[in-house]
Nanobody, 117 residues
Framework: QVQLVESGGDLVQLGGSLRLSCAASGMNFSAYTVIWHRQAPGKQRELVAA???????NYADSVKGRFTISRDNAKNTVYLQMNSLKPEDTAVYYC???????????WGQGTQVTVSS
C-alpha cells in the first residue's frame, strides 16, 4: 500500500524555521518527482517546491531563497527546509509524488504550518 506521511508542521514565530518531512512507503520512491504544495484558508492550493528524479529543484517565486527542497532516496524521504518564515506562509502543506512514466500520483494528508507575527 502506497503511503505518503508528512510531518514537521508547527506554530512558529515570524522569522523562524521549520523542516517538513515527507516519508514514502510502498513505492519505488526514487522514480518519483515529489512536490510540496500548500493551501491557506480561503485560497487555492499552490505549488511551493519540487524535486525530480535527478534531484533537480524548482521553487515558487514567493519562497525562493528561503525554502530548500531535498530528497534522500535511501530513506524514501523528501524534506522542505523553511527559513525566514512569514505569516503568509501559514497553510496546510501537502506532499505529492508523481511518476511521470506511469502517471501514478499520490498525496499525503498534509501538515499544518502556522507563522505568527
Amino acid at each position: 500500500q502506497v503511503q505518503l506521511v508528512e510531518s514537521g508542521g508547527d506554530l512558529v514565530q515570524l522569522g523562524g524555521s521549520l523542516r517538513l518531512s515527507c516519508a514514502a512507503s510502498g513505492m519505488n520512491f526514487s522514480a518519483y518527482t515529489v512536490i510540496w504544495h500548500r493551501q491557506a484558508p480561503g485560497k487555492q492550493r499552490e505549488l511551493v517546491a519540487a524535486v525530480n528524479r535527478g534531484a533537480r529543484t524548482n521553487y515558487a517565486d514567493s519562497v525562493k531563497g528561503r525554502f530548500t527542497i531535498s530528497r534522500d532516496n535511501a530513506k524514501n524521504t523528501v524534506y522542505l527546509q523553511m527559513n525566514s518564515l512569514k505569516p503568509e506562509d501559514t497553510a496546510v502543506y501537502y506532499c505529492n509524488a508523481i511518476n511521470l512514466n506511469s502517471n501514478h500520483n499520490y498525496w499525503g494528508q498534509g501538515t499544518q504550518v502556522t507563522v505568527s507575527s
